[in-house]
């Protein structure tokens, strides 16, 4: 590679893209673009981070019992950027909905504060905004402009130099353009104002109106734009523009001489409009008199005024977004001026006035709001602030997603087993369910939601399918009150060890935070070769025996709720059902479209018995009555609670109203009728359960001496399961023997459990 050719490839590629974001402008080409283009020069920082999530987009998702709409950039496959945000829609929702109140009332005059448990995902939410920010910032439709002072010794004997020629032909009468060689001072504006500002007050509206009213219709602004109309520029560029003005007799075009304009863009690293302030004691906020140790730098119109520039966190991050983290544990006297500049959105400086345009976002612990609350200057601060809960997730679908991202790299080299993730995820939401009490339901739900085990009410959170046991009556009624189960303890409060506070549910539980640790524990563990689901189990053995720690597991029981040693014995049961599945369908001793074809013969039998119609036997070529020996051999399995009459009936019912539903859609009979196919694959395999037994122990024998014994059939009968597991569910060698140990090792304990159960 020729480098000469390489540094002229980069330093045209820097060039063009410096050129076509057009970083440096003069005022007069602003002031063009503003009367052909308000609305993105007329936008406050709640409008901004608005027209952001708008920009970047939405897709339909689901929460707990209904729709929803996530934004995009909240996603992983969103240009890249990380951290990913699992779940939380409702959250997005309401950050949304808040972002919105304050566009249209032109200003952010609450801040919003996030609060939750520990590792809920409330400092991901922030982070996920401001990378979206940094983004949109350098799009097209998310220009950002200040403004810079520009002064020069050359002054008077200046010709068209730099890019002047180039870019200002129209107005040569600017220093926005000058060579570095030609700039003898420059000042910046800390507070990053807008050049709008720069056009006298008295004339401002009259341009600004102008422009909105003959621009075509989609560059006009969205929203309330009198930040704009009223606003002013900072003390220590007001100091700077009037001492020109009088320099210059009052020639408003020979100010504007030295004023560039600039494209800037939202960084979090570089402290440009995002600013992360952490817990501390210190006033956010200060300033500094310009240059007092460099006064010779200062241009001679500005040498007897005393310039102070502001300067912090809060200064940073103006025009774009402040987060406190962890708010509430800052010294309450330290945050008190934010109580004026979250109404005001101002903040009073030694020697000026700083007013802000910006987004305030906090998060704060639960523990520690419950604290202040009870602090008498609560309600002063309440009436500034949005309260937004961010609880722990509570379908374990989505808490997979987190895990998956990054149980890989806690597995360093080692296979991560199929349902690693899975379980880990079940085990966590358990911890954070809450039993329901019959006295906030009414009707079919009173007495059925009470009666929704930990797993049952988890998977009908995920799934939103109720139970099988439960009557038809009784499913639709779960099926309908989804929502009102959810959000049933949304005002609940409590105490527990001595602190009164909210316990909505996901108020509690085992943390994404620490089931991280809970797999990064697992993957050490050598005894397995895999990073495996029974490794999982062992480390949260482990954890377990250590309720000092973590307060989740000094909860007292509700019933069979936040008893988290009977959830790891029923998130085994689970395991075992589903491996036990994926082992049962690599052995494939039967096709699956013999379940179809059997429920069809059985559907077939009960629209007749329904109808009060014969069936045709193709057997005997005769029409006979429906067959009460299949009808019987199949519900005996489903353990009915209904008449049979009624449940007959249900099950017509159920297949019209999907019809309804989905016209002109192939009925998928398993997933309308997953009790119904569940009973008759369990049967079948129960039936051959020692045939099943005897296939599975040879599977053990794969790579031994013992396997050479076998028949040729029967080792090709192992070889063909072992290789559909591999291909179908990712099973290594090692992991897939660890697995069959597993199912033959629960399956012995659950009959010897089931034989103990009968004797007594």
């Known amino acids: 590679m020729d480098l000469e050719s390489e540094l002229d490839r980069i330093q045209s590629s820097v060039r063009e893209g410096f050129e076509r974001a057009d970083r440096v402008r003069s005022f007069q080409l602003f002031l063009e673009d503003l009367k052909a283009n308000p609305g993105p020069h ?53 950050i949304y909905k808040h972002l919105l109140a304050a566009a249209k009332r032109g200003k952010a005059d609450k801040m919003l504060l996030l609060h939750g448990p520990n590792g809920s995902g409330k400092t991901t939410l922030i982070e996920c905004l401001v990378k979206g920010l940094e983004h949109y910032s350098r799009t097209d439709a998310g220009v950002l402009l200040r403004f810079n002072w520009i002064f020069t010794e050359r002054e008077g004997r200046l010709d068209r130099i730099g890019f002047e020629m180039l870019r200002d032909e129209a107005a040569p009468d600017t220093y926005a353009f000058l060579d570095l060689k030609d700039i003898s001072a420059k000042f910046h504006c800390e507070l990053r104002d807008s050049p709008v ?129 962890d708010f509430l544990k800052r010294p309450l006297e330290a945050s008190k001026y934010l109580l004026t500049t979250c109404e005001r959105g101002t903040v009073n400086l030694a020697s000026c006035m700083a007013y802000l345009d910006l ?115 009784e499913r639709k009624a779960l099926k309908a009150g989804i929502l009102k189960i959810r959000q049933e303890f949304e005002e609940d409060e409590g105490e527990f060890e001595g602190i009164f506070g909210a316990e909505y549910e ?67 049961e ?74 007959r009936s249900h099950i017509i019912t159920r297949i019209a109203a999907w019809s309804l539903d989905h016209p002109q859609v192939k009925i998928d ?13 369990e049967n079948f395999y129960r039936e051959r359960n020692r045939l099943l037994t005897l296939i599975e122990q040879d599977m053990l024998k794969y790579g031994t001496d013992e396997f050479k014994l076998l028949s040729p059939s029967e080792q090709t009968q192992v070889q063909q399961a072992l290789e559909s597991m591999r291909s179908q569910y990712n099973y290594c060698e090692n992991c897939a023997r660890d697995v069959i140990a597993y199912v033959l090792k629960y399956r012995t304990q659950v009959e010897e459990r089931a034989r103990r159960e009968g004797r007594s």
């Open 42 to 94: 007329l936008r406050t920082a709640p409008q901004y981070l608005l027209d952001m999530l708008e920009h970047v987009g939405t897709r339909a998702s689901t929460r707990i019992g209904r729709q929803a709409v996530r934004f995009r950039i909240f996603d992983r496959d969103y240009a890249g950027i990380e951290p990913l945000l699992v779940g939380q829609e409702r959250v997005q929702e309401e």
């Open 197 to 325: 500002f720069l056009i006298p007050r008295e004339h401002r509206q009259r341009i600004i109106e102008e422009a909105v009213r003959t621009c075509v219709p989609e560059n006009r602004p969205r929203f309330p734009y009198d930040f704009y109309m009223e606003g002013d520029l900072c003390q220590k560029c007001r100091k700077i523009y009037d001492a020109l003005l009088l320099s210059y007799q009052g020639d408003w075009r020979k100010v504007l001489r030295h004023i560039q304009v600039e494209r800037f863009y939202i960084s979090k690293r570089y402290r440009v409009g995002a600013v992360s302030i952490e817990p501390q004691g210190n006033v956010d906020a200060g300033v500094r008199l310009v240059n007092s140790e460099h006064s010779w730098t200062i241009p001679t119109v500005l040498r007897n005024i005393s310039l102070y520039e502001p300067q912090g966190d809060i200064v940073d991050a103006n025009r774009g977004i402040l987060e406190y983290s």
């Open 359 to 473: 987004v305030i976002m906090a998060t704060s612990n639960e523990k520690q709001l419950s604290l202040f609350k009870r602090s008498p200057d609560f309600s002063s601060f309440k009436g500034r602030m949005e309260l937004i809960p961010v609880p722990y997730l509570l379908r374990f679908s989505t808490e997979i997603e987190l895990y998956r991202k990054l149980i890989h790299s806690f597995a360093g080299d080692r296979h991560v087993t199929p349902h690693a993730s899975e379980v880990a995820a079940l085990w966590a939401v358990l911890t954070r369910l809450r039993k329901p009490n019959p006295k906030n339901y009414t009707g079919t739900l009173a007495s059925v939601a009470p009666r929704l085990t930990p797993i049952e009410k988890a998977k009908l959170y995920d799934q939103g399918e109720p139970p099988s046991r439960f009557s038809d009556e």
């Open 506 to 572: 996901g108020r509690r539980g085992a943390s994404a935070r620490e089931m991280m640790s809970i797999l990064a524990s697992a993957a050490q563990m050598r005894k397995h070769r895999c990073l495996t689901p029974m490794a999982i189990f062992d480390a949260l053995e482990e954890l377990m025996k250590d309720s000092s720690v973590y307060d989740f597991l000094r909860l007292p029981a509700e019933g069979a709720y936040r008893d988290v040693r009977k959830f790891l014995d029923d998130v085994r």
């Open 574 to 647: 689970e395991y075992f059902r589903w491996v036990t599945d994926e082992v049962y369908e690599s052995i494939n001793l039967i096709d699956e479209s013999e379940y179809d074809r059997f429920f069809l013969e059985y559907f077939r039998h009960v629209k007749a018995y329904h109808t009060k119609e014969k069936v045709y036997n193709q057997r005997t070529n005769t029409y006979d009555p429906p067959n009460e020996d299949l009808l019987g051999s199949v519900e005996r399995l489903l353990h009915l609670t209904d008449p049979r009459d009624l449940f």
């Open 669 to 681: 009979y398993q997933q309308l009728f997953p009790e119904i196919y569940n009973a008759l694959r």
